[in-house]
């Protein structure tokens, strides 16, 4: 699958905002498997749908927070979506609340799960717990 150079450059820059270095590491992985997979993520989903105008990327990255915890099956893209909205911005207290948002609608095991990869997220990226604020 032939690259487009515009949505390359702009899925792998993308990419690299979430997590330093994650284009070339998703890259290599990907294309361990199919020549045409990195394309596929890199041109249509960062490039073409994250890197669409209208909702910048700290909103892009809660919503893909909400739809993760809402799956409850996608641990490990959670937690990294959960980082790329930190290091895009995202406060924790405004990421624990899309997770807290997320048990209404997903459920309390899939909002658990939420809670976890959470912590996970903050540690990996040096974030301190937010103080508890309970209701407003």
Known sequence: MPQNN?????GRNIMNQLEPGLA???TNSLKELDEDLPSIITDFVFG?????????????????????VSL???HDQLELHMKGALN?????QDLLEVVI???????FPAFLNGLTAYR??????GHALPAASGLK
């Open 6 to 10: 515009n949505l390359t450059l702009r």
């Open 24 to 26: 070339d590491k998703l």
């Open 48 to 68: 073409a749908v994250v890197g669409r105008k209208g909702l910048d990327i700290k909103i892009r990255e809660m919503l893909t927070v909400a739809s993760l």
């Open 72 to 74: 409850g099956n996608a």
């Open 88 to 92: 895009v911005g995202v406060t924790p």
């Open 101 to 107: 948002q997320m048990s209404v609608y997903a459920g």
């Open 120 to 125: 996970a997220a903050l540690a990996a990226t």
